[in-house]
């Protein structure tokens, strides 16, 4: 597995660098040899070499080398020495610069890469109280420096830090703003449906559901699908004075053809109370079936509630339906109406968050995370 060279190729699209990267930039010749080894999958030669170079002060080596510790992949994971060597990197604005020149031409990059990566590793370390005491403050101060650096995901752990709060850590709601539409900015448009979330639910924020409509707005603009079933949501709940299901609908519809399983729920929910569409089991099972094959295992139970109150012939119409349905711009499942009574299920009412950046340092995500 040519693992170092992956993950050197990924932190080079991240930062923009250009260059013939078949193979790793000229460096000095023991961590040349680190470098070949571990694309060879030879850690038993390139750990020592990789702990020579983090010792001289290689950033790249010590990064790496933090990375192998915390995996636990090739030796078992260690998080007291994947914090020591993360912290080698990290603190490089507080310690003597290694030489750039020794990793070639774009070592001053490859160095900040390993920096900011390393300050986001240490952050999710301290959030997670993996190889240093839990402190959240003092993972907030190293997400805040490689956020600061433009790391993509250090903002929205910030934003979701500041506002949740937690031990030491009191939830400010402005910062929490702040740091979500930093993420925004970068392209996270799950960032902006956290922001509508916090103003829904008046976490650490004076709770307004028209505030909470236009980030969703602006979240569901850039494409994010927990946003766009918030705002049906809204809409269903008559946030604004009065149910509007025509909208609701059409939120949720939208959120359907990108396979969102909650949306297919609310959808069922709809047809079988008959609220913006005419009542119709039919369609009502038929979404319900696709949400239980979409991740919402709680559609199995609905259909199984309005069974009894249709024919077969429906049944057999719905399923037909829900085994043949494909996004479309309507996203209607192709099933005929029906008169027959539906059963009275639970409207949905949970709203969405944003699914997680990657999971916390307890659960391993360093394999999730780029290196130089």
């Known amino acids: 597995m040519r693992r170092s060279a992956l993950l050197l190729a990924t932190a080079i699209s991240v930062l923009g660098l250009t260059g013939p990267w078949g193979a790793v930039p000229p460096a000095q010749a023991d961590y040349q040899a680190a470098e070949q080894a571990l694309e060879a999958g030879d850690f038993d030669k390139a750990i ?22 915390e995996q636990g992949q090739a030796v078992p994971a260690d998080y007291d020495k994947a914090a020591a060597y993360y912290r080698i990197a990290a603190e490089l604005d507080t310690a003597p610069r290694f030489d ?20 986001y590793s240490l952050g999710r370390l301290y959030e997670a109280g993996k190889g240093v005491p839990q402190d959240l403050n003092q993972a907030a101060e190293w997400y805040v420096r490689a956020a600061d650096l433009g790391h993509p995901s250090a903002a929205l752990r910030l934003g979701r830090l500041f506002r949740d709060g937690g031990p030491g850590l009191k939830p400010q709601g402005k910062l929490a703003e702040r740091y979500f539409l930093q993420a925004g900015d970068q392209g996270n448009a ?45 809409f269903q709940s008559g946030y604004s004075g009065k149910p509007d299901y025509i909208q609701a609908i059409e939120h949720f519809k939208t959120a359907a053809n990108k396979l969102d399983g909650p949306s297919m729920m609310a959808l069922g929910d709809l047809y079988a109370e008959g609220k913006g569409v005419p009542q119709d089991p039919v369609q009502a099972y038929t979404w319900y079936s696709l949400a239980k094959d979409h991740g919402a295992a709680e559609g199995a139970a609905r259909m199984a509630a309005l069974a009894p109150g249709m024919t077969p012939v429906q049944v057999a119409q719905a399923e ?23 059963a009275e299920p639970v409207m949905a009412q949970q ?3 944003s699914a997680p950046d990657n999971a916390p340092a307890a659960d391993n995500a360093a394999a999730a995370q780029p290196a130089p």
């Open 100 to 119: 750039g020149a020794a990793l070639g031409a774009n070592g001053p990059q490859l160095i900040q890469a390993a920096q900011m990566y390393s300050q």
């Open 190 to 234: 799950g960032a902006l449906n956290e922001i509508g979330l916090m103003y829904l639910k008046g976490t650490a924020v004076t709770r307004n559901a028209k505030t909470a409509h236009d980030w969703f707005e602006k979240a569901a603009a850039q494409g994010s699908v927990e946003a766009e079933y918030n705002l049906g949501l809204l």
């Open 351 to 353: 709203p969405a968050a």
């Open 320 to 342: 037909s339906a829900a085994q043949g349905w494909q996004p479309s711009e309507n996203g209607l499942p192709v099933a005929a109406a029906s008169g027959a009574p539906a």
């Open 48 to 69: 020592p070499l990789l702990d020579e170079e983090a010792k001289l002060g290689n950033p790249v080596a010590a990064y790496n080398l933090a990375r192998i510790y």
